[in-house]
């Protein structure tokens, strides 16, 4: 095949201008060559060219040597009409772009064009995507790219295997202003995708994070490969139109999951566009795995809801994940639950707050996070526009057994009688408990959201005390009854309590 000579179409001899021209070609053939004299873009879509339209518009490129972008995409010209074009393209020498993409070529059509892009010294994108490209087209392809200033290569949807691949590879590190290569929905195997892997390093503009098609070579071939568990969530997203996608069946199954199946999910979230819930909850997933789907969730720009309930989160996997969090801009709702992102995570936690213009709701019982994470996260709430502490019930709650240890013995005690009684009473008239008292009260008011009556009546509560209180109060959406009496409340207090009774629906008194 490379020893192929293309057939051309030279400049007619008696070429008598546009006008004539014009006659007997395809009406949207002529407009689009007649705005390109505007522009220098030639856009030609889905346009079901005739023989007759191929020579002319070969005849048209020849005499457009100002020409920066020729758009053919979906025209399926066909490698027959390539042999006409290939020379008028390479005649273009102020070319920058070339769209060819679905147009039906296979690979005589593309070693057809490729013997004529070094003459292109101005070409910085090549997009040759969802076509029949396969081994020996892109073999011809990579002898010639080389000579080009490209930027942008796209192959995706073709049908280059292995040997395709290792033969670009072989070429790609001398392509210094490569920056963007798409090779996704392919055929390619291990041994292309570790050769295409190995020459990244070589190039100077490219790294493995800039090749999010690499190693993804189409849903068929990715369902093959993964497990089925995953392969059905993916599949019900998909079907109900790529928006929510809900993977909690790694514990109730009793199966481990392992690092390949969560490569895979990210590697399935990446091409899901428009996600915008994510649910894993409940998988019990290791610190390294969650990790291992940061680069996956950090892709899913139009994301609203994340929910990582109840599984292993660490210091280190969270630190990750909340940097990649940051680019969310949409995020809404965050739940980490039962987790153990510790102090630390919940500093680096506070940092992404201020980065989510959009978090409205934020879930984080369960970290063991002490005071310093606790007074880190209540310092970045006036930095989140839609977020207040009263929104915020994660704080100062992270379990039972943490609170029970940092708690009075009396508050404790009267806490688990009301839960054990199921009792909407909760009572610690003239206890003397003071500001731990009261805080201890404060901390665990989100988890007795029945409650209808709280007496806190000769504690020895101050301003603090109440300002604490006022933050947790509107949990007790039921509370009619409020006591506060015989108390050291001033007016700062007072002002504190204000704001918080107008929350309070059903209060009596």
């Known amino acids: 095949m490379s020893g192929l000579i293309p057939i051309q179409v030279r400049p007619k001899d008696d070429w008598s201008g546009w006008d004539d021209w014009a006659q007997g070609v395809h009406p949207r053939l002529v407009k689009a060559v007649k705005a390109s004299a505007m522009g220098g873009v030639l856009r030609c879509h889905r346009v079901p060219l005739a023989p007759t339209d191929v020579d002319a ?210 590697q399935a979230l990446k091409h899901l566009p428009r996600l915008t819930e994510l649910d894993l909850s409940g998988n019990g997933l290791p610190d390294t795995s969650l990790r291992s789907l940061t680069s996956g969730i950090r892709s899913c720009k139009h994301l609203i809801e994340l929910n990582l309930d109840e599984n292993r989160l660490l210091f280190i996997g969270a630190a990750e994940l909340f940097y990649a969090l940051g680019d969310l801009k949409s995020l809404e709702t965050l739940r980490l639950s039962h987790n153990n992102i510790g102090n630390s995570g919940a500093m680096c936690l506070a940092d992404t707050l201020s980065k989510l213009p959009n978090i409205r709701t934020l879930s984080i019982n369960g970290n063991n996070i002490g005071e310093a994470g606790s007074i880190s996260l209540t310092a970045a709430l006036p930095k989140v526009p839609c977020m207040q502490q009263r929104d915020f019930p ?81 949990y007790l959406s039921s509370l009619e009854t409020l006591s506060l009496q015989r108390n050291n409340i001033g007016t700062t207090g007072v002002f504190a309590l204000c704001g918080v009774l107008l929350r309070l629906p059903r209060l009596k008194r």
Not at 122 to 137: E, Y
Request: net charge negative; with cysteine; hydrophobic share 40%.
């Open 57 to 266: 518009l070969a005849q048209a490129l020849y005499h457009m040597p100002r020409l920066e972008s020729l758009r053919l995409s979906n025209n399926n010209i066909g490698d027959k009409a390539m042999e006409v074009l290939a020379g008028a393209i390479g005649s273009l020498t102020s070319l920058t772009e070339l769209h060819l993409r679905d147009d039906d070529l296979g690979d005589t059509g593309v070693t057809l064009l490729a013997a004529f892009l070094p003459s292109l010294k101005n070409l910085t994108h090549l997009d040759l995507s969802s076509n029949h490209i396969g081994n020996a087209g892109v073999a011809s392809l990579a002898e010639q790219v080389p000579y080009l200033p490209l930027s942008t290569l796209h192959l995706m949807n073709n049908r280059i295997a292995d040997a395709g691949a290792i033969a670009l590879s072989k070429n790609l590190p001398m392509i210094t202003s490569l920056d963007t290569l798409w090779m996704y929905d392919n055929q390619v195997g291990p041994r292309g995708e570790a050769s295409l892997a190995e020459a990244l390093p070589n190039m100077t503009s490219m790294q493995a994070d800039g090749l999010p098609g690499i190693g993804f070579q189409g849903w068929p071939r990715w369902k093959r490969e993964t497990h089925r568990d995953i392969v059905e969530a993916v599949a019900e997203c998909r079907k109900r139109g790529g928006t929510k996608l809900s993977y909690t069946v790694g514990v109730a199954a009793e199966r481990e999951l392992h690092d390949q199946d969560l490569s895979a999910l990210s």
């Open 394 to 474: 994660g704080i100062g709650w992270q379990n039972y057994a943490i609170w029970t240890e940092e708690s009075p013995d009396v508050v404790v005690q009267g806490v688990n009688d009301c839960r054990r009684h199921k009792s909407t009473e909760l009572s610690f008239a003239n206890t003397h408990i003071g500001g731990d008292g009261v805080t201890a009260v404060a901390r665990v008011l989100s988890q007795l959201p029945g409650l209808t009556l709280l007496d806190l009546s000769g504690t020895k509560m101050t301003d603090h005390g109440v300002t604490v209180l006022s933050e947790t109060l509107p």
